[in-house]
Structures are given as structure tokens and as C-alpha cells.
């Protein structure tokens, strides 16, 4: 499985049409749940994916919330199960250490997913909220 960090400025052409493949698969076809995928972020996010000979397999997004806070966000992995959610949450929080001045990132997760995200420092931040009628729970970690 290899590891691909790049700004949008960096992906090809292919490479923007599998983000966006895979993204509304998982987001707006399997979670029956229709909003504007392409939102504009895209452009000043770093994107971090892995990837083996099948394509992307799972993949988040990272970018500036404000001065001193990164935001992570469309997490998601097409191969449940097998550690790849865990492996690209910790590539995307490298890449934010190395990449971005920033002390802390936040995060809109699932709440199913508070414990996931609790794994590797995630605090709750606030109260749940219905996003695109599922709910969600604010997040941050301090790195």
C-alpha cells in the first residue's frame, strides 16, 4: 500500500476524478446522503490517499480552519476492517505535523466514529449536530 500526499495543484486530472469517485461513493451513494461534494476546499487542501494496484482505498482530506487550527475532513476507506482508516487518519495528522504550522486539528466525525478518532488523541469539542441529516460530534486533538 503506498502512501500519496499532494495539493491540488499536484494531482492530475485522473487522479481528481478518483478522489471524487471514491468520495461520492462512500459519502453520497452508500450513505444515501446527497450535499455539494465538490465544495470548493479541494483547492487548498493537502490530499493524502493510499493506494495499491486496485486504486484509492482510503483517503482524507487536510487544510487550514484558521491561524493556529488544521481540519481534517471526507476521512473514508473503501476497505473497512483492515486498518486502513486508522493508517491514513495518522499519515493525514503527519502530514499536517510536517507540512502546516498548525497546534491543533479539528474535526466534524461521525458520532459512531468517537471512539475511532479517540484512538489517536481526538477529544470531543462541542455538541452533536445533524450534518446533511447525520449526526456529528466536533473534535480536536493538540499535537
Known amino acids: 500500500m503506498e502512501c500519496i500526499v499532494k495539493t491540488f495543484d499536484q494531482l492530475t486530472p485522473r487522479e481528481v476524478y478518483e478522489i471524487l469517485r471514491v468520495r461520492t461513493a462512500v459519502f453520497v451513494v452508500e450513505q444515501t446522503c446527497p450535499y455539494q461534494e465538490a465544495d470548493g476546499v479541494d483547492y487548498e487542501a493537502f490530499h493524502v490517499w493510499l493506494q495499491d494496484e486496485r486504486g484509492i ?11 493556529t487550527t488544521a481540519q481534517m475532513g471526507r476521512v473514508m476507506t473503501l476497505d473497512r476492517g483492515k486498518g486502513l482508516g486508522m493508517e491514513v487518519l495518522k499519515a493525514g495528522l503527519a502530514t499536517i505535523r510536517e507540512k502546516m504550522d498548525k497546534k491543533s486539528v479539528y474535526i466534524e466525525a461521525q458520532t459512531y466514529t468517537i471512539d475511532f478518532y479517540g484512538k ?6 462541542g455538541e452533536e449536530f445533524l450534518e446533511d441529516g447525520i ?9
Open 57 to 67: 482505498r482510503a483517503y482524507l482530506r487536510a487544510f487550514s480552519r484558521d491561524e
Open 120 to 125: 489517536v488523541g481526538f477529544r470531543v469539542a
Open 135 to 143: 449526526p456529528h460530534i466536533p473534535m480536536e486533538v493538540v499535537l
